[in-house]
């Protein structure tokens, strides 16, 4: 099998199956890809697109093609000697619906359901109604509403002899010593006998088999003409339309190990862990040892086998003990290959967590992963791609039209308010009644209060400044310690004074004092449990904030706004690009490389090109004034105000300059109304996680309905066209140093250390938009056969790749020539030196240039940043040669003294200490010097 060299991501689903990608692999492996790396592969709700709400661990999709489809991808990647690297979703389970069976026994059994322990359920609940009871926020409306709208029906499974509570797609199953409640009215004796039978399972120490043999002699009976229809008439006793039949049913399903409510209750009443605020997402306990091997059994047999051959380890912050999980994940797959045959025998096993890192935050080196997805990365190259010149006027801009604040940080700050006290308030408030424990349970603290508690505990989130920290039996770990700090710091910034000293104890209670120095006790494991469930807390408050709040409120320049990215950083010279590769190099030379995913908020390319706004700032303003005032009378004037807002109307701006499609006419309707349905799903999805004026939770129609008026007569009424047209031009100005950006965090992605990462037909020009637009089926045909005429350019100059640029093919054609030549030096590029060089002349701060080197073998990456001046208005990606003037690359005498070659063109350099961008630019505007053999 190959080394792991590049790795490509696939989304499954129903309508492109594990079948799907069998006669894709020929293709991949010729662009280079090393490893698939696949959306997750186990049983999800079925119709799922993205494969994270798993239902059933213990099988194979079934929408996908099952194990078998499996083997056959299997078997053709093994046949061009590549792997395959699953992302598998350790945190949470679909809950809901009728399609998971271990969350429907819980449903049924309550704490006597062995996978009661499975989910994170606070089954003794402060709330006197939950005493015991699992809240199920699944109910259209209010409990009592629902109920008497007859929309809570008692159905009789005849073939397997279960009654269950049915609520739309929702099933709830009636726990069998209640059958005696139903069947009591049923008038047939056999069936009321068995009832009284069934209300002895209350008493029984394990009642599982005995309710099995039951419910067989219950569907056995069912299948006889006279007692199937008394159980109809049974039922029907249980109409909540009709006032008796109400009360009946209530009576019954208030006897339930769950308690029915509305969806809305969630926020403020949940008394189990969700997947960030999603009903439908329950979180699991992995770090118990059975939900561990339960959950990961059919994995572990994957890995046995030989099918899988590394692992991306999904939200790995939203577990109790990370470092934990996965040093037992790598100790387990170690075992695991150990045992392999020789034909799947494997040096290494990579496995990678999905982590986004905070400013200055780096990955644990110690819990036993090859790093993280890559997210850092994109951020690495976006700031280098940043003109800071730009920064000031777009933030002037976007104050003075959307009114709000161009500090980003403040944004964060009021969103974390925002879900903390709403969607996650039950989280929230399940850490406030934890450490209200810890207080009461010493005489020092007890009349600390519980609304004390909630407003420092509130600060201390809002001002957290990283995702998570990491807490141990020994605390915090030291690195953690300066972001906890500047949480305390912030939060005495906005708290009032007289709760000052109750931060002291908020230190000391989460993680600042070694629990191993607390006594053995109920107070012991309130305040573990509260460290814990406070990390789980931390983390979706910020994701919720940043990615799902404040970077649909905030738009200095939405190339700044995504997954992973700290927006309020604008840009950054070279040497932190040098700095953070080198960091990469030394500590996970593995760490995966990505500039688009399946979660971005805009594709790899749409970003590219917004970003060149940063270095025409003046411009921009300048067309967005004139275009508000064009776009004046597509606006609608609403009770709560002008529709679309400034905010939304300039972000919008931005996004169709980013995503204008390099050939559509803005006259071609056909193609408008395309583009238009795309730049619509985007634009509900966006007002409404900003909830600035509508919310997915209560849409506000008037508002979108306007909205999607105005997007309407922009591009596709008569009204809208000289906007549109204008747009348009705009976007093409710029889109030459936006596909020059684009092909260079290509080459970036490429040659620096760790893993290329690419996503499904990035390959060609990637102007999606955030999911599902980013999720639109591929035409990978198109891909194979412009990758298969390909192999005739090396008889075609640079020139004619430049020329037929806006097909996307040279974006291809370079990762292939950059794929070839990892493949043809491996171990440069996976072990090798990352050097750094000094660019010098007129144009040197347009300049990243550096060096990979290994055992002799060296290649020289020189790449141009903020490009739009030098390309001096040209129609493509271009940049003259003179335009570089006497800018030259210092080498060391070292790689001088090899003898370098253009990869892409510009012959040679031999012996030569000084490389000129006019001469090795002179033919393709990026460049690769590789050494000579010797």
Request: contains cysteine; hydrophobic residues 40%.
């Amino acid at each position: 099998m190959k080394p792991l060299s590049a790795t490509l991501r696939l989304q499954f689903h129903k309508g492109f199956t594990l079948d799907d990608a069998v006669p894709l692999v020929d293709y991949f492996a010729s662009l280079g890809i090393s490893h698939l790396y696949a959306s997750p592969l186990l049983t999800a709700r079925p119709g799922s697109m993205h494969g994270y709400d798993v239902v059933d661990p213990t099988a194979i999709n079934p929408e996908l093609g099952g194990e078998a489809a499996l083997h056959r991808l299997v078997a053709a990647l093994r046949e061009r000697g590549m792997g395959l690297i699953l992302d598998i979703v350790s945190n949470h389970m679909a809950v809901g619906g009728s399609n998971n069976p271990w969350w429907l026994d819980v449903l049924e059994w309550g704490t006597r359901s062995p996978y009661a322990q499975f989910f994170d359920i606070q089954w003794n609940s402060p709330d006197p109604l939950l005493e015991g009871q699992l809240l199920v926020p699944f109910l259209r409306s209010d409990y009592g509403e629902v109920l008497q709208a007859g929309e809570i029906v008692v159905r009789f499974d005849a073939a397997s002899g279960a009654f269950y509570a049915e609520h739309y797609e929702h099933r709830f199953p009636i726990s069998p010593p209640s059958y005696v409640e139903l069947l009591s009215g049923s008038g047939n004796p056999e069936l009321i006998a068995l009832g009284e039978r069934f209300a002895t399972l209350r008493e029984q120490e394990n009642p599982y088999q005995c309710a099995k043999e039951l419910r067989a002699e219950l569907a056995e009976a069912a299948s006889r003409g006279d007692a199937a229809e008394d159980i109809q008439r049974m039922l029907a006793r249980f109409d909540a339309t009709q006032p008796e039949g109400f009360q009946r049913l209530h009576a019954l399903l208030e006897r339930q190990h769950y308690r029915l409510a509305s969806w809305r209750t969630a926020g403020d009443d949940i008394n189990w862990r969700r997947f960030f605020d999603i009903n439908e997402l329950g979180g699991l306990r992995v770090e118990r040892p059975v939900v561990f091997e339960e959950t990961h059994a059919k994995i572990f047999e994957l890995v046995a086998n030989g099918q899988i051959d590394g692992l991306r380890i999904d939200h790995v912050d939203g577990l109790a003990n990370p470092r934990g999980y996965c040093r037992q994940l790598r100790r387990r797959v170690e075992r695991l290959i150990a045992g392999r045959s020789s034909a799947t025998a494997l040096e290494h096993f990579p496995i990678y967590v999905e982590k986004i890192l905070g400013p200055e935050e780096q990955l644990q080196r110690d819990w036993g992963v090859d790093g993280t997805t890559g997210y850092e990365f994109m951020n690495q190259v976006s700031l280098l791609q940043h003109d800071p010149a730009g920064e000031a006027v777009l933030g002037e801009l976007w104050s003075r039209v959307s009114e709000r604040t161009a500090d980003f940080m403040e944004e964060v700050r009021a969103a974390k308010q925002l879900v903390v006290t709403g969607s996650l308030a039950g989280d929230y408030e399940t850490v406030a009644q934890l450490l209200l424990q810890v207080a009461r349970g010493d005489l020092m603290t007890r009349d600390l209060t519980l609304g004390a508690i909630r407003r420092a505990l509130l600060e201390l989130i809002v001002h957290f400044p990283v995702y998570r920290t990491y807490i141990g039996a020994t605390g915090r770990r030291e690195s953690d310690e300066p972001f906890f700090q500047q949480a305390l710091e912030g939060a005495r910034t906005t708290l009032g004074e007289a709760d000052w000293p109750l931060l002291a104890h908020l230190e000391r209670w989460l993680g600042g004092e070694p629990l191993r120095d607390v006594p053995p006790g109920p107070i012991r494991a309130a305040r573990k449990q509260a460290c814990v469930r406070f990390q789980q807390l931390t983390s979706p408050a910020a994701a919720k904030a940043v990615e799902d709040t404040a970077c649909y409120r905030s738009a200095v320049l939405l190339s700044r706004n995504d997954v992973g990215f700290d927006p309020q950083l604008f840009s950054a010279p070279p040497q932190a690009f040098h700095a953070a590769a080198l960091e990469r190099a030394e500590a996970f030379p593995r760490n995966l490389l990505t500039t688009a995913t399946h979660d971005h908020k805009r594709g790899e390319d749409t970003r590219a090109r917004i970003t060149v706004l940063s270095e025409r700032a003046s411009w921009f303003a300048e067309q967005v004034d004139r275009w508000l005032e064009m776009a004046a009378p597509l606006r609608a004037d609403l009770a709560d105000g002008v529709a679309p807002s400034p905010g939304d109307e300039l972000m919008l701006m931005q996004i169709l300059l980013g995503s204008w499609p390099l050939d559509l006419d803005p006259d071609d309707a056909a193609g408008m109304q395309e583009y238009a349905g795309r730049i619509g799903q985007w634009q509900e999805k966006a007002v409404r996680e900003a909830k600035l004026r509508s919310t997915w939770s209560a849409p506000n129609e008037a508002y979108e309905s306007a909205c999607r008026a105005y997007l309407e007569r922009l591009l596709q009424q008569d009204e809208g066209a000289q906007l549109r047209r204008e747009i348009a031009a705009a976007a093409m100005r710029i889109a030459p140093a936006g596909a020059l950006n684009g092909l260079v965090q290509t080459l970036l992605r490429m040659t620096a250390p760790g893993v290329p990462d690419l996503y499904q037909g990035a390959e060609f020009w990637d102007f999606s938009l955030v999911d599902p637009d980013n999720r639109r089926p591929v035409d990978f045909a198109a891909r194979r056969e412009a990758l298969a005429a390909e192999r005739d350019l090396a008889e075609r100059s640079p020139a004619e790749l430049i020329a037929s640029w806006r097909d996307g093919r040279i974006k291809q054609w370079l990762i292939a020539q950059t794929l070839q030549l990892r493949a043809e030096l491996p171990e440069l590029f996976t072990a090798g030196d990352y050097l750094p060089l000094e660019v010098h002349g007129e144009q040197a701060e347009r300049v990243l240039a550096f060096a990979r080197r290994h055992e002799g073998r060296s290649v020289v990456v020189i790449v141009p940043r903020l490009t739009f001046t030098l390309l001096g208005g040209s129609d493509n990606p271009a940049i003259a040669p003179d335009s570089w003037g006497d800018t030259y690359v210092q080498l060391p005498e070292s790689l001088a003294n090899q003898g370098l070659r253009g990869l892409f063109g510009g012959g040679a350099v031999t012996h030569n200490e000084q490389v000129r961008l006019a001469e090795v630019l002179a033919t393709f505007p990026l460049g690769i010097l590789r050494s000579e053999p010797t």
